[in-house]
């Protein structure tokens, strides 16, 4: 090698490195070091620390601040947190960022809208849009409304245009006669598998669709372009961001625009360099759904770096609403008018026990995770039922599959959590103010509605307990609501009423379920969740310490600087 190659060989990586970011320190010295704050790194041995040094993104030391500007050389990057609080980045796992990001250029209407408010709201949407184009929207709920509505409620307004409302669970829909006559949905219709069309007393459809049901109108909607899918992704991913969610478990792949089409965008928009987070995708389940076996026997084309494709989402009800679609142990404190058959007593299991037992157990063997949706206990029932299944017939896979929602949850039901080495996974964000909870209460009763969400149970239980946002289920992402819901179980500000007192656990025990218990479930408790040296340098800076203020202010603590893999991704103005 001639004295001018052996330069060259030299001289690139030291180029390259100049130009892709901050200059790599010399070995052993931190590229970055942050002292002066409050670090609350949920690591037992040592929980509060001044400072933290970081290397090619991983945390290299934590202690005092004497002690970590000790390992910083002339390159370094020393940044004073003045004082500022420091935790490890959150997760959301369970939320709908392609639902929540196509919301935004949809008909919205505010949570808790009364009839004429919606009315009105639809009609300004008509206004900005062509004769005969589709309203598409939400959300609506029926306690707000009054009575459960129809589509002489649309029509009156929209005579022209078709109309189709989400409710705010997501799990109903509300259509006008334009919707179901272009949809073909008439009396002579049957209901789907899994759906209900809503009829009236002389067997027309009365404009309410619930669960699969939805998808025959539906599916008429003209589908969004693919720049317009990649705008709504980048803008709800930079909300993520914003609120210190570090990482996120998309639950409901496939829900707004086919299954392919939304793994190919996480897939390209990681390779655009877009996707900041670490994420898994759980791609929506049905029997026999050859478009999800194609992308399962596809999974490690689609999966990236950060983005995991081996998260699978089958539903095993609905929502313990008006609608009675949860599926419940025991009966539903109100009939519902005008039915009087077990579906509407009970709610209904979307999925036969036998059918589930075999599509859990063969995922399981594949290496794949299986979240299911089960509000009502019964389904929480059927799905730790499918887990056991699955154990039984293959051992412990390792893989930590999870109950999602878990509104209500048998006494008996929860040690087998434990058990079986599964989750719980938990909605916090949907507590308080969310109109759903009157629904809640008025169609379960007050008995069980006083045991709603049992996280401290599952906790006493020994049973990994995960949050999930639901978001765009509800109308912000932000955890600290969470946070403070998880303790306080009032509305943010404290509040005479609440949800399932009885149920409250600590501020700590709260932040863990977001940081250390999500890594857990992950599979990356060696890598994230904590703040400790070896750790991946996944951290949030907060304008306040949750832990010095009172915990109805927990609801106002505020994200100033996302940090992930040591590398700044979000910076508030
Ligand atoms: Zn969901």
Redesign the pocket.
């Known amino acids: 090698m001639s004295m001018q190659e052996k330069f060259s060989a030299w001289l690139v990586p030291v180029v390259l490195c100049t130009l892709c970011g901050p200059a790599l320190a010399a070995d052993g010295q931190a590229e970055t070091i942050f002292t002066n704050g409050r670090i609350h790194t949920l690591n037992p041995e040592q929980p509060e620390a001044e400072a933290l040094a970081i290397r090619a993104g991983v945390i290299i030391a934590v202690g005092d601040t004497d002690t970590i500007t000790a390992t910083a050389g002339p390159q370094t990057q020393r940044i004073d947190l003045g004082g500022k609080v420091v935790l490890p980045g959150f997760h959301d796992m369970?939320v709908?960022p392609l639902f929540a990001g196509v919301r935004q250029t949809e008909c919205k209407i505010e949570q808790g809208s009364t009839l004429e408010q919606i009315q009105h709201e639809v009609q300004a949407c008509i206004d900005r849009t062509d004769t005969g184009g589709w309203i598409t929207g939400g959300q609506w709920d029926a306690h707000a409304i009054g009575q459960i509505p129809d589509r002489s409620m649309l029509d009156t307004i929209s005579p022209k245009n078709p109309v189709l409302l989400s409710d705010t669970s997501?799990h109903s829909a509300w259509a006008n006669s334009k919707a179901l006559a272009i949809a073909g949905v008439t009396a002579d219709t049957p209901d789907p598998e899994g759906g209900i069309i809503e009829r009236d007393s002389g067997g027309e459809p009365t404009g309410i669709l619930r669960e699969a049901a939805i998808m025959l109108v539906r599916m008429h909607v003209p589908p969004h372009s693919y720049e317009a899918l990649r705008a709504a992704l980048e803008w709800s991913m930079n909300q993520m961001l914003s609120h210190g969610i570090t990482s996120f478990t998309e639950?409901?792949t496939g829900f707004v625009a086919g299954m392919t089409r939304e793994v190919k965008l996480y897939a390209d928009m990681a390779d655009a360099g877009m996707v900041k987070q670490r994420v898994r995708l759980c791609l929506n389940w049905e029997p026999g759904n050859a478009e999800l076996e194609a992308v399962i026997a596809d999974r490690n084309l689609y999966a990236r770096t950060n983005v995991a494709t081996d998260c699978i989402k089958i539903f095993l009800d609905g929502v313990p609403t008006d609608s009675h679609t949860a599926a419940m142990l025991d009966p539903y404190a109100r009939p519902m008018e005008g039915r009087s058959d077990d579906a509407s007593r009970y709610g209904m299991l979307l999925v036969d026990q036998d059918v589930l037992n075999e599509a859990v157990t063969r995922f399981d063997r594949m290496g794949l995770t299986v979240k299911f949706?089960a509000a009502g206990d019964a389904a929480v029932r059927a799905g730790l039922n499918a887990f056991d299944a699955a154990r039984t017939a293959n051992g412990f896979s390792g893989q930590l599959h999870d109950v999602?929602h878990c509104t209500f949850v048998s006494r008996e039901d929860l040690p087998r959590a434990r058990a079986l080495g599964v989750t719980f996974e938990v909605s916090p964000y949907l507590w308080s103010p969310s109109p759903i909870n009157d629904d809640i209460s008025k169609e379960v009763g007050d008995e069980r509605t006083r045991r709603v969400w049992p996280v401290r149970e599952m906790i006493e239980a020994g049973a990994l307990v995960v949050p999930?946002s639901?978001w765009a289920?509800v109308p912000s992402v932000n955890p600290w609501i969470a946070v403070e819901a998880l303790v306080t179980r009032e509305e943010p500000g404290g509040s005479a009423k609440h949800f399932g007192k009885e149920q409250a656990v600590s501020l700590d025990q709260a932040i863990r379920l977001f940081t250390v218990n999500a890594a857990k479930h992950l599979g990356m408790a060696d890598k994230v969740g904590r703040i400790e040296p070896g750790l991946l340098a996944d951290l949030i800076v907060l304008d306040r310490d949750p832990y010095s203020i009172p915990v109805t202010e927990l609801h106002q603590v505020r994200v100033e600087q996302t940090i992930i893999n040591g590398t700044p991704v979000y910076q508030a103005k």
Do not use: K, Q
């Open positions: 369970h709908h997501g639950a409901s949706h999602g999930g639901d289920v």
